[in-house]
């Protein structure tokens, strides 16, 4: 409702005698001017610019004569003052305007400025007058003057000997005899017949205060008792005086009056304050609220405070500031609800801990508008510390103003059928609409901060009528700030009324005079082009948006007439433009609903106007009529105390809807809220129901309303919206009321279900309380969202150094700043429907929400507070409500998600009870499982672990496991693990955290390579140390998955989990699923080396090599080799080389046997020129084939690079594109020139690259089998590696590999194996997959040099296992393969190269390099 903004900002008071601070502050009716009084000065002070004008002193001769200064008070019109005096007299001084000079302070501006033109009314609001004050004349009352209260045009005078007098501003008694207390008789009502005396002798008032809409005066008596004295008739003597009393407070010290809301607060001693109203039968006073410090807020001073000292309403009566003897501000709404508490927090601690001196306030005045509170600060020191106290100069008497933004709402109720918070300071307006081109689009959803949710595009949205979205209402915490125009502002100060449009897009500002508007697309403001006009209106009821249009009622002064105007957005602002209708009383309020205009008028009655838009030729206007008057002066004692009035479409018959849907969206009904109680006033149906096709709707007549029936009481604001939405009926056609301190209340529809005939016992409406923990401003209604705002503090406490002589003002208090708030209230709702049995609707409620974003922390936030209340109650429950919860939350999907973050909430002691109401944990974990959903059933494992025995946890715990190996949820594993590893341990405090998200690489690139380096050393020397070095580099992994191999690894714990994962990695194998094992391995740190070494011989053989082969090319995304002919489909396509055939081919099988004659006997025969391309170089030596097939895969990358595309095709590079990343030894660069010298590229050869490009896979793919054959070759499982050298089509791999088979220690039955199965794989190329065939014809001499080994071999004593390699090298050309094969199963360097990065999605992206040849070296880092 109300904000503090900023610094509060000290005003520098004249330098006179430090015995001599001011100590009392009096602001007059219009708030532009404060008396300030010190003990012989009296000050006048002007708000804007906030400067002192004139200083009346006292001579020593009269001070001494009349006593000090006591108390200030203005005359209505702010002609005279009076000022009361200790000794009991009164001074009246005359304010004149001083003669000569007319202003004190001016206004400087430049030369040709349009604002020294002259305007009416221009000068006065500008400049500071200069003013003289001049005693008029002393009256003695003889007595101390304990009170002072101006009342119409009379001064109510109460002196200690029990005295009322009532004083002329003359100066004259007028005659009237003053009123002795003990002769006014007092009752607990006005009904009583006769009433007690006040019954001993010093009784006298200390304080009291007028209350016009009550007709009388809210007393303090100097016992503490409070009461009310109202005079029966017209005359104000002793026999005509009535005194109420208020029963249960015996300690008050203060009282303030409401005149909105009829609210009189009585401040106690005990540090409350007690509201209390006129019950309007009886004339009793009642109890209507407290406002009191909770020791739950604050528990260490909530009673340590003090008596109250004093209580301020602000000028639009909405918020209460109270102040207490020890300290301390705090502001209230109306009803109770706490906005600010300078006692805790960032004003009562610094930033080091340490406790702040509270500041003490001795007087305070709110400025115009509500927009500073002036305050005297400073007197007297709880603490002994008075050295601190000298220090503090917030604690030296002077003058604070603090400042405050505040809710439109406060002053302009109709904004509250909006969505949108409006919160208008001194000279700005704060909006929570985001920006307004979003707003344009306005379901529009878009990313927000992390806690907010996130909205999309809604089904259900109804065009010019839509909500706007939550992208925009709710798109981040910081507000859109309108500075108001400068301009306007100078003449018009201060702002009144503010209003903002539908869309959020436009707001309107109204001051003194005129109004001004702004737009957020063009950031522009339009003012009044002829400021004759805007100075001669006053905006009188506010104003409102319809459509494009402004909505006003104003006083002409002109004419002398009030009007109702409408304004065109668009058009200029100038009279010529608006339309204009004459009213017959001053409008107090008006709201705009639908197409219609609702107007309260100061004669007590509401009238119904129709707008339409209107457009003749280029003019486009709106026109106005009459529709209805309802007069309410029977039931409204005075128009002042109508807080809002609007239409909405609420109404309690909802019969109706189903009879006559038409009638549904009409204005049913008028909701009135008179002083805080809702009043509603529902059409008369019950007369003879007007067929509508009988006549026009021109002339039809509108039903006359019934009598109206109160809804509730302490209502602050009423929220409805005028929109409809089937699905969501229960949202729209509710109404939304804050009651302040008593929370929310939603008066909700119930709803047949089906249509069918509603329960005669059910009544058709409901009122539910709720209580939300922030203030509210705004509803969205579809969103079930409350929007507030809240004030938040900073410390610059930096600011400040000991060396100071006194802390400055920044560094006493904060610096306050105002942050956007919202609140989730379906889960209080939903709790009283099921609290009353209405369950079904309960479900129907909770069904039209469950497609928002947050509905599952709805449910979640349901259970846990019904879960915490009962299962902490001391009290047995006879009917508890958790049961009934669960039971409903059964109802959705969620149902798992949402017990098992409950429970991880909340402590455990409250787990059995939990759990008692929704099942056994058990049950629930294996509902999970079959779910399929690990994350959930994983937070289940941690409350099993801490509910059951460690054996029940272990066994879920493997079965999680188990599961989560088998869809590749590898952070889920790890947890596992460790998990696992902690029951064994007893190591039960590091439960697994909940995994949130999958990793998004997950089953992506091996991340082996994320947080380890691979360090290869090779060369003849060096390679059984280097092999050893790469075993222990792989098995002992760094990183998060590392732990598990610590340094109690040969436990039964770990022995456990790696059975299981050598359980998982088999089947893996033996389904041939070689990169899931590639990522188990990554992802878990699994020992796959050492794994496979053991395994060589069982698991890690391969016992069909077609099977796997198949399973590796659709595994790794691989096209099977195709062959280069041109009639089978052409490159050239769009211009680009593309290979579109290749899978055609392969579907094709190459049935025509002309295809594979001519493929087998092609081939061999292929030029010299083409060799460095890869596809099978044949030459004289081997050495030849080693360095011209190792170095071909990065020659032809570098001169092909592959562009990625959509699938899996390739385009072919440019031949510019050599990678830097790979030099070469000067002889390789020899033959490479060869080749380009010798290369004459005819179509069929282009085609013949095409084709081999197309037969490569993935880079990723490329990486990944490179790593797995490095691996498989370490481990000595030597099928493996020829399985992967035939997909790559490699002729080195073979050779390496058939390299090593030499050496004695390969197993014959392995030799054995491979030679099976490369005959297997030949028999099935020529049958199903010709574009083999040439690559198998390559390694034929090998193929047939294995044949003769594998019969050699005749002692299997002699083998050896692959990763004890004897210590000479076999032979040079053993040697030499190896190495190549090194080389060759590197990862070609791409790390520049933007196409292979794209293919990479994971860790892996471009993150190979290949460093240049050393020495017969190579070194691969990879990061």
Not at 145 to 170: K, P, R
Not at 1191 to 1220: M, R, V
Not at 1282 to 1292: A, H, Q, T
């Amino acid at each position: 409702m109300y904000f503090l903004s900023g610094w509060p900002k000290r005003l520098l008071c004249p330098v006179g005698s430090p015995a001599e601070p001011p100590f009392h502050i009096q602001t007059d009716s219009q708030r532009a001017f404060f008396a300030v009084l010190a003990p012989a000065h009296l000050s006048i002070w002007y708000s804007r610019p906030s400067v002192l004008i004139v200083t009346y002193k006292e001579l020593a001769k009269s001070s001494s004569q009349f006593g000090s200064y006591k108390q200030v008070e203005w005359r209505p019109d702010s002609t005279m003052i009076a000022v009361s005096t200790a000794n009991g007299y009164i001074l009246f001084f005359h304010i004149v305007s001083a003669r000569g000079e007319k202003y004190l302070y001016e206004p400087v501006y430049p030369k040709g400025s349009p604002q020294v033109k002259g305007t009416p009314h221009f000068k006065e609001e500008q400049y500071a007058p200069s003013l003289h004050l001049e005693m008029k004349k002393v009256l003695d009352l003889q007595a101390p003057i304990i009170s002072l209260q101006s009342m119409l045009e009379d001064l109510l005078v109460a002196t200690s000997d029990g005295l009322l007098h009532l004083i002329h501003w003359e100066g004259m008694t007028n005659g009237r005899k003053a009123i002795n207390l003990r002769t006014v008789p007092f009752s607990v009502d006005l009904q009583s017949s006769r009433g007690s005396f006040l019954g001993f002798e010093d009784v006298h008032i200390k304080d009291m205060e007028y209350c016009a809409t009550l007709d009388g005066f809210a007393v303090v008596f100097n016992d503490g008792r409070v009461g009310f004295i109202t005079p029966m008739s017209s005359r104000f003597t002793a026999e005509q005086l009535r005194g109420v009393w208020a029963q249960d407070v015996v300690d008050g010290t203060c009282v303030a009056v409401n005149n909105k809301y009829r609210l009189m607060a009585f401040g106690c001693v005990s540090g409350s304050v007690q509201v209390y109203t006129i019950d309007n039968t009886t004339g009793a006073m009642q109890l209507s609220h407290k406002l009191e410090l909770t020791p739950k807020q604050y528990p260490d001073i909530w009673n340590k405070t003090g008596a109250v000292k004093l209580i301020k309403w602000s000028p639009d009566n909405s918020v209460v500031m109270v102040t207490w003897e020890y300290g301390g501000l705090s502001l209230w709404s109306v009803f109770g609800a706490q906005l600010i508490c300078t006692l805790g927090g960032d004003f009562a601690y610094r930033s080091d801990g340490t406790k702040k001196e509270p500041l003490k306030i001795s007087s305070m005045s709110w400025g115009a508008e509500g927009y500073h509170l002036w305050v005297i600060s400073g007197f007297g020191s709880q603490n002994a510390d008075v050295e601190s106290d000298i220090k503090s100069s917030a604690n030296q008497p002077g003058i604070l103003q603090f400042q405050f933004i505040k809710s439109a709402l406060t002053v302009n109720p109709c904004m509250s059928n909006q969505e949108q918070v409006l919160l208008q300071g001194e000279d700005r307006l704060y909006l929570n609409c985001g920006d307004a081109s979003q707003a344009q689009n306005p379901r529009n959803s878009s990313a927000h901060s992390e806690h907010k949710p996130i909205r999309e595009k809604s089904p259900f949205s109804d065009g010019s009528l839509d909500s706007q979205g939550l992208s925009t209402l709710l798109g981040h915490r910081h507000w859109h700030v309108v500075q108001i125009s400068s301009t306007y502002l100078e003449s018009n100060w201060p702002i009144r009324f503010s209003a903002i449009d539908k869309l959020g897009q436009n707001v309107a500002v109204v001051g003194k005079f005129g109004f001004a508007h702004y737009s957020l697309l063009t950031k522009k403001w339009k003012l009044f082009g002829n400021i004759t006009q805007e100075q001669n209106m006053i905006v009188t009821g506010g104003l409102a948006w319809w459509n494009d249009f402004i909505v006003l009622a104003c006083y002409n002064l002109n004419d002398h007439q009030e009007e109702l105007r409408v304004y065109l957005r668009t058009s200029n602002l100038d009279n010529a433009f608006a339309h204009v209708t004459k009213v017959q009383a001053e409008t107090l309020l008006l709201s705009v609903f639908r197409d219609m205009v609702i107007l309260f008028r100061a004669d007590c009655s509401i009238c119904l106007y129709s707008i339409e838009r209107k457009t003749d030729g280029l003019n486009t206007t709106a026109s106005i009529q009459v529709l209805q008057e309802v007069s309410m002066s029977r039931y409204i004692p005075h128009p002042f105390l109508v807080v809002s009035v609007t239409l909405t479409s609420v109404r309690t018959e909802t019969g109706i809807t189903l009879k006559m849907p038409h009638q549904a969206c009409d204005a049913e009904s008028i909701m009135l809220n008179l002083a805080g109680q809702l009043i509603m006033m529902q059409r008369d149906r019950s007369g003879p129901q007007i067929r509508e096709k009988d006549n026009s709707p021109n002339q039809r007549k509108l039903l006359p309303f019934c009598p109206p029936v109160v809804l509730a009481q302490s209502v602050e604001n009423v929220w409805t919206t005028c929109r409809a939405n089937k699905q969501k009926r229960h949202l729209l056609e509710a109404l939304w009321l804050s009651c302040g301190g008593a929370g929310m209340k939603v008066w909700l529809p119930l709803f047949p279900r089906d249509h069918r005939k509603p329960h005669s016992f059910l009544s058709r409406r409901i009122m539910l309380p709720f209580h939300i923990n922030i203030y509210p401003l705004a509803v969205l209604f579809e969103d079930a969202l409350v929007l507030g705002a809240v004030n938040d503090t900073l410390l610059y406490d930096c600011l400040y150094t000991r060396g100071n002589a006194k802390e400055q003002l920044e560094v006493l208090f904060p610096f306050c700043v105002v942050e956007r708030t919202s609140q989730i209230y379906l889960h209080h709702i939903l709790r009283q429907l099921l609290v009353r049995n209405l369950g079904e609707q309960a479900l129907l409620l909770a069904q039209s929400c469950a497609a928002l974003p947050y509905f599952p922390h709805v449910l979640e936030l349901m259970l846990h507070e019904v879960l915490e209340e009962e299962a902490t109650s001391r009290e047995p429950i006879p009917d508890p409500l958790l049961p009934t919860v669960a039971k409903f939350i059964t109802e959705f999907p969620l149902f798992l998600q949402t017990v098992v973050h409950c429970a991880r909430k909340t402590e455990y002691a409250l787990w059995n009870y939990l759990f008692a109401a929704v099942g056994n944990p058990k049950d629930l974990f294996e509902e999970c499982l079959m779910a399929q959903d690990l994350d959930t059933a994983a937070s289940y494992l941690i409350i099993l672990q801490n509910m059951e025995v460690p054996a029940v946890s272990r066994q879920h715990a493997t079965l999680l496991f188990n599961t989560a190996l088998e869809q590749g949820k590898w952070d889920l594993c790890r947890h596992m693990i460790r998990f696992l590893k902690a029951i064994g341990s007893g190591e039960s405090e590091t439960p697994p955290p909940t995994p949130t998200t999958q990793e998004p690489s997950s089953g992506g690139g091996f991340e082996f390579f994320r947080n380890r380096s691979i360090s290869l050393s090779q060369s003849a020397e060096t390679l059984p140390a280097s092999k050893l070095n790469l075993q222990k580099t792989l098995s002992m992994p760094s990183g998060p998955s590392g732990k598990r191999w610590s340094k109690d690894s040969d436990s039964a714990e770990n022995m456990y989990i790696d059975m299981m994962l050598w359980r998982h990695a088999r089947r893996l194998l033996e389904e041939v699923r070689l990169k899931d094992l590639g990522c188990f391995a990554a992802q878990l740190g699994f020992e796959l080396i050492g794994w496979l070494c053991k395994e060589r011989t069982r698991a890690a053989r391969v016992e069909d090599f077609v099977i796997a082969l198949k399973r590796l090319h659709k595994d790794f995304l691989w096209p099977f080799p195709v062959i280069p002919i041109s009639s089978i489909s052409s490159p050239f396509k769009n211009g680009k080389y593309r290979i579109g055939g290749g899978e055609q081919l392969l579907k094709s099988q190459s049935a025509d046997p002309f295809l594979n004659l001519e493929m087998d006997a092609g081939m061999p025969r292929a030029p010299r020129s083409q060799s460095w391309l890869g596809i099978g170089s044949i030459g004289s030596t081997h050495q030849e084939i080693d360095t011209a097939s190792s170095h071909g895969p990065q020659t032809q990358d570098a001169f092909l690079s592959p562009l990625l595309n959509k699938g899996d095709e390739c385009s072919i590079g440019s031949a510019t594109d050599l990678t830097e990343t790979s030099s070469m030894v000067d002889g390789d660069w020899m033959m490479v020139d060869e080749n380009f010298s010798t290369l004459s590229l005819t179509q069929s050869e282009l085609e013949h690259i095409s084709m081999e490009l197309a037969s490569k896979g993935p880079h990723k793919s490329q990486v990944q089998l490179r790593y797995l054959l490095h691996i498989f070759m370490e481990a000595g499982c030597l099928d493996w590696c020829i399985v992967i050298g035939l997909i790559l089509r490699e002729p080195s791999i073979i050779n390496q590999v058939f390299g090593l088979t030499q050496s004695s220690e390969v197993d014959g039955e392995m030799l054995q194996n491979i030679k099976t199965g490369l005959h297997a794989i030949d028999r099935w190329a020529s049958t199903d997959c010709p574009g083999y065939k040439p690559f198998l014809n390559v390694i034929k001499p090998q193929l047939q040099r294995l044949s003769d080994i594998a019969e050699e071999q005749i002692q299997p004593e002699a083998f050896q296992p692959a990763n004890k390699v004897p210590e000479q090298a076999a032979s040079p050309r053993a040697e030499e393969s190896r190495s190549s094969a090194c080389h060759s199963i590197s990862p070609p360097g791409e790390a520049g190269n933007s196409s292979a990065a794209s293919w990479t999605e994971g860790p892996m992206a471009g993150s190979q390099e290949e460093e240049p040849f050393q020495d017969g070296t190579y070194d691969c880092t990879v990061s």
